[in-house]
């Protein structure tokens, strides 16, 4: 008795407004609960991600993000080869997405008729659920080998190979995202460029792309977060090797990704070493790393 | 609503099964030996489940230092540190004796290269040679296929090669992980080096001989035995002093008479 | 220019269809009845002959506990969304979700590894598996859930309230039989997300072989995701292999059964 008295008191009334006091509502319960555990527990589960990783950033500091080397053993723990590496991934991946993605959602969009389009819409939707692992076979098993043999290289894991297929998996966002994009454009827009009497090209140029862009800038800002964080494909391409690109072009040569040394390094790591600290920083650095773009998403009005 | 709830609950519950599971994590060199195994052991005790999973002979150790496994497996000693974790709670069970190949490429072993002293491979890990012009073999560049540095093949092959278990490799292109990968990666280049357990050598994975005292050793099981090639080790499993029954019933399976034709078969060197 | 337009676009559309026909065109050689339900005797040094059904039935486990788990919470943070929050909250809300479902599934994976398997002592355990994906698809469920909810006209809530319903039956009653197929359109949709997911469980929740049904929340299953991953370096063994492709063959259909019931589902609503 006492104890229902205490949670009336302490977790139940505050969360009912002041006008309509049901006590004991079971919907208010209800929600109150959902939002309660949602809340504690993607608290619990990133906090303790930073806790864990703080050991590493106590006896190391933040000069290890421009540090080479990587030694486990000998407690080295430099990030940057592996930061290099997600950073020359990404970007081929976009070079590649990009001009491809933006190129498909224009003719879909604009040169389609809309049987068409929805199908290609619908192909690009299922496209986006593939799993990343299923991508990393088909990398392993067809990219690879076409790699080696059409470049001569002494072997096809790289970081050209990583791009590669993130490139075929952020496609989809790309695409889809820019098509929302130009399909949210008014007909009244439209018409009024029209009425301007400029050809296709500079319509497209002038007014499509420019009222779409914020969408599009968001669709490109979605595909590299998630390109960031895709593991399972990148690990089994980029051949792991903790080095920096030498030179720093060269895209050829096996390299590490932050992701891939997770994946590689988690099983070996005890947990509570040092070791394990370390690649929880690489954690905590790829969820950083990820936010960010998410808010910059998410912030329309920054760029326009 | 009431036969929905009902429904709802037959398929949520889990059946509860009164069998046994024990965890075997580790070196993918004796995974093979412990997989098959366990298969047979199933088949005569239903009610035993082992379930073993790979990750390289730290990972195995690891998880018995955490306890998060029944049976570790290792192709490799244990560091003193880790020793020091472990001392007197394990018990280290060598189930069978393998030889760590250096292996080449089919290509680089048709080009000539039929044997390598230990100077030499050590130079090719260290980047003082990267050319198998350099070695007698075709004008072509060495593809140098390191571990990754919690595998027991590694620690094995660097501290005979290298000098100490976690030497670094300077002279490695790319990293590999489990034997299976590292195969494939010898099979599909035509100018590769390696390092694999000798259960693991086929058409298109070559083991060289290694050179000793002037004698060229091939990584054959015979030679494991008589003591004469140097890059040999035991395979471990890893007991915890208060495992079930079960557990030690297995192990004990692993080394008798069946479990050592297991061996036998997968290619290593059985222990009597 | 129209011409150059579509030429760019051209692997856009080519590329990804490409993939899928062959993944189709390698599976279907090595797909059969007896490779799923697992007749055949072990050929490979990695029994990859077991049959695939302990995977398939280890990664509906997850997917549906993952469900299970986010399916409460996110309806409701919905209902939150619509009936309790002000204009700043929802806004806060839906940035939150953004936010969440941006972090890498992997961070998550990391998050689970630390506080459910070795803090919570849960181990690799089917229940770590699933807290970690009903965590994961959380965002997307909560968010679809919120969409459903904003379609639901103003007037006919504000009529219901005017006749003196409660919210809950206004929920129950005017709302429920407005949203469900969006709500299931939602389900659908993550679990297809949850089934695609394989880094957060590589760790948490997975061990390669050994189980064929998981006896207790704390025991480790077995996932088609993970399955792929482990036989997809098998080098030179070309039986699996063909395993691993038909393995990728059954999850993209898994999933395009979910993801293809979900836009139809879609399509329906958007008609009426």
């Not at chain 1, 490139?167 to 989809?172: D, E, G, Q, V, Y």
């Not at chain 3, 972090?103 to 849960?122: D, E, Q, S």
């Not at chain 3, 389900?187 to 189980?211: C, K």
Request: hydrophobic fraction near 55%; proline fraction near 4%.
């Amino acid at each position: 008795m006492m104890v229902r008295r205490l949670c009336k008191k302490w977790v139940i009334y505050p969360f009912i407004k002041h006008k309509v006091r049901h006590f004991l509502n079971p919907l208010k319960i209800f929600v109150a609960l959902g939002c309660v555990s949602a809340v504690l527990s993607v608290l619990v589960l990133l906090g303790f991600l930073i806790q864990s990783s703080l050991p590493f950033w106590q006896a190391f500091g933040i000069q290890v993000l421009w540090g080479d080397a990587w030694y486990p053993y000998e407690s080295l723990f430099g990030f940057l080869p592996a930061i290099v590496g997600t950073v020359w991934a990404l970007l081929i991946a976009m070079i590649i997405a990009l001009p491809c993605g933006l190129a498909a959602a224009i003719v879909s969009s604009e040169m389609m008729s809309e049987t068409w389009r929805n199908l290609v819409r619908v192909g690009m939707e299922i496209l986006a659920g593939i799993p990343s692992v299923v991508y990393g076979l088909i990398g392993l098993w067809l990219l690879l080998p076409f790699l080696q043999h059409s470049l001569d290289l002494l072997t096809g894991h790289n970081l050209l190979a990583a791009g590669m297929i993130l490139s075929l998996m952020i496609l989809p966002t790309i695409m889809v995202m820019s098509q929302d994009a130009l399909q949210a454009i008014s007909e009244e827009q439209r018409e009024s460029a029209m009425n301007l009497g400029v050809d296709w090209q500079q319509r497209l140029f002038r007014v499509l792309l420019p009222q779409a862009w914020p969408g599009i800038r968001s669709g490109i800002l979605l595909a590299l977060g998630r390109a960031l964080g895709e593991t399972m494909a990148v690990m089994l391409v980029v051949g792991s090797m903790d080095r920096l690109p030498e030179p720093f072009y060269n895209i050829l040569e096996p390299a590490q990704t932050l992701t891939s040394r997770i994946g590689r390094e988690m099983g070996e790591a005890s947990f509570g070493s040092l070791h394990f600290s370390a690649l929880m920083g690489c954690g905590l650095i790829l969820a950083v790393m990820a936010m960010g773009l998410s808010l910059l998403a998410q912030h329309r009005s920054l760029i326009r | 609503m009431k036969h929905i709830i009902w429904a709802a609950s037959l398929l949520l519950s889990l059946p509860a099964v009164a069998s046994e599971n024990i965890a075997a994590v580790g070196s993918t060199t004796v995974l093979p030996v412990v997989s098959q195994a366990a298969t047979a052991f199933h088949a005569m005790h239903p009610d035993v489940k082992v379930m073993v999973s790979g990750g390289g002979s730290g990972v195995g150790i690891a998880a018995m230092i955490q306890g998060t496994a029944q049976l570790g497996m290792a192709s490799r000693e244990t560091s003193p540190e880790e020793q020091a974790k472990l001392d007197g709670k394990v018990d280290n069970i060598i189930i069978a004796s393998d030889a760590v190949a250096v292996v080449v490429s089919k290509a680089v072993y048709m080009s000539g290269i039929h044997a390598l002293s230990l100077a030499q491979i050590a130079d090719i890990y260290r980047g003082k040679v990267r050319n198998w012009k350099d070695l007698g073999g075709a004008d072509a560049r060495i593809l140098v296929i390191d571990k990754e540095a919690s595998r027991g093949t590694r620690h094995v092959f660097a501290k005979a090669v290298l000098g100490s278990s976690h030497a670094r490799a300077a002279g490695a292109s790319i990293i590999s992980g489990s034997n299976n990968e590292e195969q494939s990666i010898v099979s599909r280049s035509n100018n590769a080096i390696g390092m694999l357990s000798n259960a693991w050598l086929n058409d298109a994975v070559r083991g060289v001989d290694v050179i000793v005292h002037g004698q060229a050793i091939a990584p054959t099981i015979e030679h494991v035995r008589d003591g004469t090639y140097p890059i040999a080790r035991g395979l471990h499993v890893l007991l915890a002093k208060n495992a079930s029954k079960n557990t030690r019933d297995f192990v004990q399976f692993l080394l008798s008479h069946d479990g050592q034709a297991i061996v036998q078969k997968v290619g290593y060197l059985p222990v009597h | 220019m129209k011409w150059f337009l579509m030429l760019l676009a051209l692997p856009a559309f080519l590329f990804p269809l490409a993939s899928l026909v062959y993944i189709l065109s390698h599976a279907w050689d090595s797909l059969s009845w007896s490779l799923i339900f697992g007749a055949e005797e072990s050929s490979s040094m990695i029994e990859a002959g077991q049959g695939l059904w302990p995977q398939i039935i280890g990664s509906l486990w997850l997917m549906l506990w993952a469900c299970i788990l986010s399916l409460p919470v996110a309806i409701s943070l919905a209902l939150f969304h619509a009936l309790y929050a002000s204009r700043r909250q929802q806004r806060g809300l839906m940035m939150i979700l953004q936010l969440l479902q941006g972090i890498p599934p992997i961070v998550y994976g990391l998050c689970g590894l630390i506080v459910l398997v070795h803090l919570l002592h849960w181990g690799i355990s089917l229940a770590a598996g699933g807290v970690i994906l009903a965590v994961i698809v959380l965002p997307l469920l909560t968010s679809n859930m919120i969409h459903a909810l904003e379609r639901i006209p103003m007037e006919q809530t504000e009529s219901a309230k005017a006749l003196g319903l409660s919210p809950v039956q206004i929920i129950g009653r005017v709302w429920l039989p407005l949203v469900w197929s969006g709500v299931l359109t939602g389900i659908l949709l993550a679990m297809a997300r949850a089934l695609s997911e394989t880094a957060p469980i590589l760790f948490t929740a997975t061990v390669f072989s050994g189980v064929d049904w998981p006896d207790s929340m704390l025991s480790p299953v077995t996932s088609l995701q993970t399955h792929i991953f482990y036989l997809a370096q098998e080098g030179s063994d070309a039986h699996a292999v063909g395993v691993a492709w038909a393995s990728a063959a059954i999850l993209l259909m898994l999933i395009l059964c979910f993801s293809l019931l979900a836009l139809v589902l879609r399509r329906l609503e958007e008609k009426v």
